[in-house]
């Protein structure tokens, strides 16, 4: 699944948990994963940590547990049952 604002940068979040996040032409990797309900990035930097997550339609909110500042994005895919899953549409 991907997520991305179309302007500045692109998450690529694979099934078996790597995590590759694009922005000013740089690349990361890290890992994801689901904890209580929330969506989990590790990247051993200080941005590290776990999101509760609003979906509607194909677009994303994500909410930082601790400090931080919320996460808008869009998605062609949903989240159902704690796994990403194409959209029927998408297809």
């Not at 994303?60 to 549409?89: D, Y």
Request: net charge negative; with cysteine.
């Amino acid at each position: 699944m991907q997520l991305t604002d179309e302007v500045h940068f692109r998450d690529v979040y694979d099934r078996d948990g790597t995590l590759r996040s694009y922005a000013d032409a740089k690349e990361r990797i890290g890992k994801w994963s689901i904890e209580k309900d929330q969506l989990c990035v590790y990247f051993r930097e200080t941005d590290d940590g776990c999101y509760e997550v609003w979906l509607s339609g194909g677009r994303i909110e994500m909410k930082p547990s601790g400090l931080g500042c919320q996460l808008k994005a869009f998605s062609s895919h949903r989240l159902i049952a704690n796994r990403w899953t194409p959209r029927v549409n998408d297809a």
